[in-house]
């Protein structure tokens, strides 16, 4: 079975400097991995998305991620957080058969201090 | 249009009542899927529909019922719920090609009293 785990629940960062958020994936085959953004009272939001190619890919609002094969991680970064881009951060796993059906982590709420 | 629509935003039931989540899309995708989620946590799969047909329902007690009219179209009936549903449910929507995302929509903030 897939799975993908976010070993942060909270991330806290300042503005300005940079951020990661962790996430680390285990599957059968190839993996497809995503991840998403959710804002209070609101649905997930789609960020960016790794298939095959490049290992860093580039997303939504100066987001960017890093595939790291050997290491099993999809680590979520961006170079200068901003306070709006504190939210709650998804990493998941789409299943290639399984009527494509997404395993997301537990979450890892991201605080940016003015 | 690129968005998915959840109606009711919003709604409070008892536990004898019997009430219908609805959802829509536009962007032609053929699967669609209801997630449950409660605060802080990551949502959890309820049921897939592929090609308007369900193909995954994860256990879900008979409570809920899903139905999908047509490709566009996904509801979700409710009856007899507990507290314990009370939840934030979540539609999305997606191609049947792995390599995309999904799109979800708001959701329906649900309380059952």
């Known amino acids: ?114 | 249009d690129t968005e998915v629509t959840q109606t009711p935003k919003h709604l409070v039931m008892g536990m004898t009542n019997k009430k219908s989540l609805k959802c829509e899309q536009h962007m032609g995708h053929r699967a669609m899927y209801w997630y449950k989620q409660k605060a802080k946590k990551p949502p959890e799969l309820m049921f897939v529909y592929s090609y308007e047909k369900l193909s995954i329902n994860e256990s879900v007690p008979s409570r809920f019922s899903p139905e999908c009219p047509n490709s566009s179209l996904l509801n979700l009936h409710l009856h007899a719920l507990q507290p314990e549903d009370s939840a934030l449910y979540l539609c999305a929507s997606s191609t049947s090609r792995t390599a995309y995302g999904y799109t979800f929509g708001s959701g329906t903030r649900l309380t059952v009293v």
Do not use: M
């Open chain 1, 1 to 114: 079975a897939q799975s993908v785990a976010q070993p942060e629940d909270q991330v806290n960062v300042a503005e300005g400097n940079p951020l990661t958020v962790k996430c680390t994936y285990s599957v059968s085959g190839n993996p497809y991995l995503f991840w998403y953004v959710q804002y209070p009272n609101r649905g997930l939001q789609f960020l960016l998305k790794y298939i095959t190619g490049d290992n860093l890919v580039k997303g939504s609002y100066g987001f960017e991620a890093e595939f790291n094969k050997s290491q099993t991680s999809f680590h979520l970064k961006k170079p200068s957080a901003l306070v709006s881009d504190s939210a709650l951060y998804f990493c998941a796993v789409r299943d290639s058969g399984n009527a494509g059906k997404s395993t997301f982590g537990d979450g890892t709420t991201l605080t940016v201090k003015p």
